[in-house]
């Protein structure tokens, strides 16, 4: 079971992420409030850590921005190898053994080496 502060921690990541394609699409926080017809501030708070980032509060951005839910956690979540970057694909690896996604025990499939001749 994870502890709070992990929780916190991956909970705040993921506000960071939403953040980055907020701005990567250049429209305000103020704006994607109105159009999910939520409280000015909410969205704010939330992605600044002042109150808990809620899945509600995920799925309604996402909603806002255009971004389909599955895409986002795609972004937020991604596959091994799916980077492109050997360095990002070990740090994911990491993150996903750190949080139980897969047991430690599991060895990462290396490609077989062709026989010596």
Known sequence: MHE??????????LGR?????????????????????VAEGIFSKALKGQ?????KHVLQICDALE????DFF?????PFGATGNPAEDQLVEILYRRYGMIPN?????????????
């Open 4 to 13: 709070p502060e992990e929780i916190q921690a991956e909970t705040l990541r």
């Open 105 to 117: 025990s599991e060895k990462a499939k290396a490609p077989p080496s062709e026989p010596e001749t």
């Open 67 to 70: 971004l389909g839910w599955r």
């Open 51 to 55: 109150i808990t980032l809620q899945m």
């Open 17 to 37: 992420v939403l953040a980055a394609k907020i701005k990567e699409k250049g429209v305000s926080v103020r704006s994607l409030e109105k159009k999910a017809r």
């Open 74 to 78: 795609l972004m937020a979540y991604p």
